[in-house]
Protein backbone atom coordinates (compact mmCIF):
# COMPACT_ATOMS: atom_id res chain seq x y z
CA UNK A 1 0.00 0.00 0.00
CA UNK A 2 0.98 3.57 -0.66
CA UNK A 3 1.31 5.91 1.93
CA UNK A 4 3.74 8.01 4.08
CA UNK A 5 5.50 6.46 7.09
CA UNK A 6 6.99 8.02 10.24
CA UNK A 7 8.72 6.96 13.10
CA UNK A 8 9.08 6.48 15.89
CA UNK A 9 5.49 7.24 17.19
CA UNK A 10 6.25 8.13 20.18
CA UNK A 11 10.02 9.65 21.21
CA UNK A 12 11.62 11.11 24.55
CA UNK A 13 14.29 12.91 24.77
CA UNK A 14 16.55 14.49 27.35
CA UNK A 15 17.17 18.36 27.20
CA UNK A 16 20.34 19.19 25.22
CA UNK A 17 19.98 15.89 23.15
CA UNK A 18 19.48 16.01 18.94
CA UNK A 19 16.66 14.26 17.83
CA UNK A 20 16.08 12.65 14.36
CA UNK A 21 12.24 11.73 13.02
CA UNK A 22 11.84 9.55 10.04
CA UNK A 23 10.08 10.62 7.23
CA UNK A 24 8.95 7.59 4.23
CA UNK A 25 7.02 8.05 1.35
CA UNK A 26 6.56 5.56 -1.23
CA UNK A 27 3.79 7.82 -3.60
CA UNK A 28 6.58 9.33 -5.75
CA UNK A 29 5.52 12.48 -4.54
CA UNK A 30 8.19 15.55 -5.62
CA UNK A 31 7.16 17.49 -2.72
CA UNK A 32 7.48 16.54 1.59
CA UNK A 33 6.46 18.65 4.64
CA UNK A 34 7.65 18.79 7.93
CA UNK A 35 4.64 20.42 10.36
CA UNK A 36 4.23 21.52 14.24
CA UNK A 37 1.17 20.87 16.14
CA UNK A 38 0.88 22.36 19.45
CA UNK A 39 -1.83 21.02 21.86
CA UNK A 40 -5.71 22.57 20.66
CA UNK A 41 -3.29 25.00 18.23
CA UNK A 42 -3.23 24.44 14.01
CA UNK A 43 -0.35 23.29 11.78
CA UNK A 44 2.83 25.42 11.33
CA UNK A 45 5.22 24.97 8.91
CA UNK A 46 8.83 24.10 9.77
CA UNK A 47 10.54 23.09 6.11
CA UNK A 48 9.46 22.17 3.47
CA UNK A 49 11.12 20.32 0.06
CA UNK A 50 9.43 20.34 -3.41
CA UNK A 51 12.76 18.61 -5.26
CA UNK A 52 15.70 16.14 -3.97
CA UNK A 53 18.72 18.53 -2.50
CA UNK A 54 16.91 21.43 -2.37
CA UNK A 55 14.55 22.28 1.20
CA UNK A 56 12.94 26.14 1.90
CA UNK A 57 12.67 27.29 5.68
CA UNK A 58 9.08 27.42 6.13
CA UNK A 59 7.71 30.30 9.44
CA UNK A 60 8.99 28.31 12.36
CA UNK A 61 12.54 26.26 11.30
CA UNK A 62 14.88 27.40 13.73
CA UNK A 63 16.37 24.76 16.03
CA UNK A 64 15.39 22.49 13.10
CA UNK A 65 17.43 20.83 10.33
CA UNK A 66 16.38 18.32 7.50
CA UNK A 67 17.95 16.77 4.39
CA UNK A 68 16.28 15.43 0.78
CA UNK A 69 19.53 13.17 -0.34
CA UNK A 70 16.41 10.76 -1.36
CA UNK A 71 12.74 11.67 -3.18
CA UNK A 72 11.28 9.24 -0.63
CA UNK A 73 12.81 10.08 2.37
CA UNK A 74 12.74 13.75 4.17
CA UNK A 75 14.22 13.46 7.77
CA UNK A 76 13.83 16.15 10.67
CA UNK A 77 16.47 16.92 13.11
CA UNK A 78 15.43 18.67 16.05
CA UNK A 79 18.72 20.28 17.44
CA UNK A 80 19.04 21.50 21.24
CA UNK A 81 18.78 25.00 20.23
CA UNK A 82 15.07 24.52 19.87
CA UNK A 83 13.96 26.21 22.87
CA UNK A 84 10.96 24.08 23.50
CA UNK A 85 10.98 20.78 21.51
CA UNK A 86 7.91 18.55 22.80
CA UNK A 87 5.11 18.99 20.28
CA UNK A 88 3.26 16.25 17.51
CA UNK A 89 5.20 16.66 14.25
CA UNK A 90 3.27 15.75 10.95
CA UNK A 91 5.00 14.83 7.81
CA UNK A 92 3.27 15.66 4.09
CA UNK A 93 3.87 14.41 0.84
CA UNK A 94 2.16 16.43 -2.81
CA UNK A 95 2.61 15.48 -6.21
CA UNK A 96 2.05 19.38 -7.39
CA UNK A 97 1.33 22.40 -6.29
CA UNK A 98 -2.48 22.44 -6.72
CA UNK A 99 -3.18 18.82 -5.01
CA UNK A 100 -3.97 17.50 -1.82
CA UNK A 101 -1.27 16.74 1.07
CA UNK A 102 -1.13 13.20 2.19
CA UNK A 103 0.10 13.20 6.00
CA UNK A 104 1.56 10.83 8.15
CA UNK A 105 0.23 8.99 11.48
CA UNK A 106 2.32 11.82 13.47
CA UNK A 107 5.49 11.11 16.03
CA UNK A 108 5.01 12.92 19.47
CA UNK A 109 8.05 14.20 20.62
CA UNK A 110 8.50 14.54 24.71
CA UNK A 111 11.48 16.33 25.57
CA UNK A 112 12.40 15.45 30.00
CA UNK B 1 -0.11 36.74 1.49
CA UNK B 2 -2.66 33.78 1.40
CA UNK B 3 -4.92 33.16 4.71
CA UNK B 4 -7.73 31.15 5.58
CA UNK B 5 -10.30 32.03 8.34
CA UNK B 6 -11.70 29.29 9.91
CA UNK B 7 -15.02 29.37 12.53
CA UNK B 8 -14.11 29.11 16.30
CA UNK B 9 -14.48 26.38 18.05
CA UNK B 10 -15.03 24.60 19.93
CA UNK B 11 -18.59 22.97 18.65
CA UNK B 12 -20.90 20.66 20.35
CA UNK B 13 -23.75 19.25 18.66
CA UNK B 14 -26.13 16.93 19.56
CA UNK B 15 -26.61 13.33 17.37
CA UNK B 16 -28.52 14.14 13.89
CA UNK B 17 -27.94 18.40 13.92
CA UNK B 18 -26.75 19.98 11.44
CA UNK B 19 -23.34 20.95 11.07
CA UNK B 20 -21.54 24.21 9.41
CA UNK B 21 -17.97 25.50 9.69
CA UNK B 22 -17.12 28.56 8.35
CA UNK B 23 -14.18 29.19 6.15
CA UNK B 24 -13.31 32.33 4.41
CA UNK B 25 -10.04 32.42 2.13
CA UNK B 26 -7.20 35.22 1.14
CA UNK B 27 -5.55 34.62 -1.92
CA UNK B 28 -4.08 35.66 -5.44
CA UNK B 29 -4.91 33.56 -8.08
CA UNK B 30 -6.76 30.77 -8.08
CA UNK B 31 -6.30 27.81 -5.30
CA UNK B 32 -8.01 24.84 -4.80
CA UNK B 33 -9.70 24.51 -1.45
CA UNK B 34 -9.68 21.60 0.90
CA UNK B 35 -11.09 20.36 4.10
CA UNK B 36 -9.08 18.01 6.19
CA UNK B 37 -10.25 15.83 9.39
CA UNK B 38 -8.06 14.71 12.08
CA UNK B 39 -9.05 12.37 14.87
CA UNK B 40 -7.00 12.39 18.31
CA UNK B 41 -3.28 11.17 17.95
CA UNK B 42 -3.64 11.09 14.16
CA UNK B 43 -2.21 12.76 11.28
CA UNK B 44 -4.86 14.82 8.88
CA UNK B 45 -7.35 12.99 6.40
CA UNK B 46 -8.39 14.67 3.55
CA UNK B 47 -12.08 14.88 3.48
CA UNK B 48 -13.15 16.85 0.93
CA UNK B 49 -11.65 19.22 -2.09
CA UNK B 50 -12.57 21.53 -5.02
CA UNK B 51 -10.35 22.81 -7.68
CA UNK B 52 -12.33 25.92 -9.12
CA UNK B 53 -15.09 27.89 -8.55
CA UNK B 54 -18.23 26.50 -7.98
CA UNK B 55 -17.04 22.90 -6.85
CA UNK B 56 -18.87 21.28 -4.92
CA UNK B 57 -16.56 18.62 -2.89
CA UNK B 58 -18.67 15.96 -0.90
CA UNK B 59 -17.44 12.59 0.90
CA UNK B 60 -18.82 10.92 3.45
CA UNK B 61 -22.34 13.38 3.59
CA UNK B 62 -20.23 16.43 4.30
CA UNK B 63 -20.34 18.93 1.32
CA UNK B 64 -18.67 22.42 0.65
CA UNK B 65 -18.91 24.95 -2.27
CA UNK B 66 -15.95 26.98 -3.74
CA UNK B 67 -17.62 30.04 -3.88
CA UNK B 68 -15.39 32.36 -5.39
CA UNK B 69 -17.76 35.90 -4.96
CA UNK B 70 -17.74 35.20 -1.52
CA UNK B 71 -14.10 33.40 -0.68
CA UNK B 72 -15.34 31.11 1.42
CA UNK B 73 -15.75 27.21 1.40
CA UNK B 74 -18.12 26.49 4.49
CA UNK B 75 -18.41 22.67 5.12
CA UNK B 76 -21.70 21.53 5.88
CA UNK B 77 -23.36 18.64 7.10
CA UNK B 78 -26.82 17.22 7.49
CA UNK B 79 -27.06 14.72 10.22
CA UNK B 80 -23.41 14.49 12.20
CA UNK B 81 -22.77 11.64 13.89
CA UNK B 82 -20.45 10.46 16.89
CA UNK B 83 -18.10 9.23 14.83
CA UNK B 84 -17.68 12.94 13.73
CA UNK B 85 -16.20 14.13 16.17
CA UNK B 86 -12.94 15.45 15.46
CA UNK B 87 -10.71 18.63 14.24
CA UNK B 88 -11.79 20.10 11.18
CA UNK B 89 -8.84 22.18 8.91
CA UNK B 90 -9.69 24.41 6.00
CA UNK B 91 -6.91 25.17 4.07
CA UNK B 92 -5.95 25.99 0.48
CA UNK B 93 -3.22 25.68 -1.87
CA UNK B 94 -2.01 26.96 -5.38
CA UNK B 95 -2.22 31.00 -4.22
CA UNK B 96 0.49 33.42 -3.93
CA UNK B 97 3.13 30.49 -3.09
CA UNK B 98 2.29 27.93 -5.10
CA UNK B 99 4.58 25.27 -3.29
CA UNK B 100 3.02 25.69 0.36
CA UNK B 101 -0.34 25.23 1.90
CA UNK B 102 -2.18 27.49 4.40
CA UNK B 103 -4.14 26.14 7.00
CA UNK B 104 -6.90 27.30 9.15
CA UNK B 105 -6.41 27.21 12.77
CA UNK B 106 -8.88 24.07 12.84
CA UNK B 107 -12.24 23.76 14.72
CA UNK B 108 -13.07 20.91 16.99
CA UNK B 109 -16.27 19.45 16.97
CA UNK B 110 -17.80 17.21 19.01
CA UNK B 111 -21.33 15.22 19.12
CA UNK B 112 -22.94 13.77 21.87
CA UNK B 113 -25.09 10.93 21.61
Known amino acids: DGGITQSPKYLFRKEGQNVTLSCEQNLNHDAMYWYRQDPGQGLRLIYY???????QKGDIAEGYSVSREKKESFPLTVTSAQKNPTAFYLC???????????FGPGTRLTVL | GDSVTQMEGPVTLSEEAFLTINCTYT??????LFWYVQYPGEGLQLLLK?????DKGSNKGFEATYRKETTSFHLEKGSVQVSDSAVYFC????????????FGDGTTLTVKP
Open chain 2, 91 to 102: ALRGGTNAGKST
Open chain 2, 27 to 32: ATGYPS
Open chain 2, 50 to 54: ATKAD
Open chain 1, 49 to 55: SQIVNDF
Open chain 1, 92 to 102: ASTPSSYNEQF
